[in-house]
């Protein structure tokens, strides 16, 4: 049996209630559904110029583009920068359905197969050929794709229907393994487009290559690499560090649906909003009616009934506890007794030398050393 590494999650658990706001202008990025037009013209610059005419008059006489994104897949409806008047003048108009300002969502992470006891090419994991073939969109924070786990040794190319792009930064970064890379972020300078942690992380987990020798401080040393190995991955990039925005996740299912993945992969949430005024849960809908299967994690809240996120029932929602892999590190009382606790960090060379046991919100000397500050704890001997 392969052996995993086990990836420590990395809980990105802010809750963010936040609106994009520009404090400049008082415009805001609001989120506009529409019905569909009647003849369902699917051009796409058709039903763009008939999203135009939309938008207020007082928004076509300046330079600025209001018009962000524009759905044709996951919704009928656009993206656009207003004032909240703009937004109210729409609401007249044949066809408008709502609109509303986008949320901020928030990120989650994910799981470990070898602790869920699967085993490849059998039961749940049946994976015959580790994937290959299959292409998984990862809607996330983008992807460090110089990092081993997206090395496409042994890969072939990507399969004929697959049509999406790379255009990350205007740089070209595929290669077989990452087939697509794309960003959905506006008005974003490079600067700000610098996290790839969260994205590289679920990626490698969906489908990172083989990475021999992958470890921590020398612990947990093993080969490294996704539930599905074989596959291509495309990187829908919709977040900053810790922010996602809505507006860019529709653009994002919009655009998975026309390149022609065949799963989406997001843990990302939009909160426990009813199914329909739930972006997540909305653009899944018109995934897997156009054959995609998606999946999304449960969330990073709880232990509680009402705590799982993304649970509309036509998505695969995946929960997580724990873990159980222990990197033990023991403390050993002058009365015998040992403590167990875990440190990766285990040097050969630890002095065994007794040591008094200190409470250090007790010392009073340092305010940080209640929490173990770095260095807060250095002049206590
Ligand atoms: C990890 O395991 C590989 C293969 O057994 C070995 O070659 C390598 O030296 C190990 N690395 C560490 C840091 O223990
Ligand atoms: C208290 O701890 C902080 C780091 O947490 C350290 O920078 C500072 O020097 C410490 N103060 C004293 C008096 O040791």
Redesign the pocket.
């Known amino acids: 049996m392969k052996s995993f590494l086990l990836i420590i999650s990395l809980a990105v658990t802010s809750t963010f209630l936040s609106i994009s706001f520009s404090q400049k202008t008082g415009l805001q990025t609001y989120i506009v559904f529409l019905d569909k037009p009647e003849g369902s013209n699917s051009n796409h610059a058709d039903l763009r110029s008939w999203y135009t005419t939309f938008l207020p008059e007082t928004t076509l006489t300046t330079n600025e583009e209001r018009i962000v994104h524009s759905y044709r897949n996951v919704v009928t409806g656009f993206a656009a920068k207003l004032t909240p008047q703009e937004a109210r003048a729409m609401e007249d108009k044949a066809g408008f359905v709502s609109a509303r300002v986008q949320r901020s969502l928030s990120l989650l992470t994910t799981r470990t197969p070898e602790f869920l006891g699967l085993q490849q090419s059998l039961g749940a994991w049946n994976l015959p050929n580790s994937g290959e073939g299959v292409i998984i969109g990862v809607i996330d924070t983008g992807i460090n794709h110089g990092h081993p786990s997206f090395s496409d040794e042994g890969m072939p190319p990507p399969p004929s229907k697959w049509r999406g792009r790379c255009e990350f930064n205007g740089k070209r970064i595929c290669n077989n393994k990452l087939i697509g890379a794309r960003s959905f972020l506006t008005n974003t300078t490079p600067s700000e487009d610098v996290d790839f942690y969260h994205g590289s992380h679920t990626a490698g987990e969906a489908a990172g290559s083989p990475v021999?020798?992958?470890?921590v401080?020398?612990q947990a040393?093993?080969t490294a690499m996704g539930i599905a190995p074989k596959a291509h991955l495309a990187m829908y990039k919709i977040c900053l560090k810790d922010e996602c925005f809505e507006s860019g996740l529709l653009a994002a299912m919009d655009a998975a649906i026309e390149d022609g993945v065949d799963v989406l992969s997001l843990s990302i949430t939009d909160g426990s909003s009813p199914f329909y005024d739930n972006t997540i849960s909305l653009g899944a809908f018109r995934a897997i009616q156009s054959g995609i299967f998606v999946s999304c994690s449960a969330g990073n809240e709880g232990p509680s009934k009402s705590s799982v996120v993304n649970d509309a029932p036509w998505i695969l929602t995946v929960g997580a506890s724990t873990i159980d892999r222990e990197i033990r590190a023991t403390v050993l009382l002058g009365n015998n007794v040992e403590l167990h606790g875990q440190s990766a960090y285990q040097p050969k060379d630890l002095n065994s030398r007794q040591l008094p046991i200190i409470d250090p919100a007790a010392t009073g000397i340092n305010a940080s050393a209640t929490f173990c500050g770095a260095g807060s704890l250095n002049n206590i001997l």
């Open positions: 021999q020798g992958a470890n401080f020398g040393n093993g």
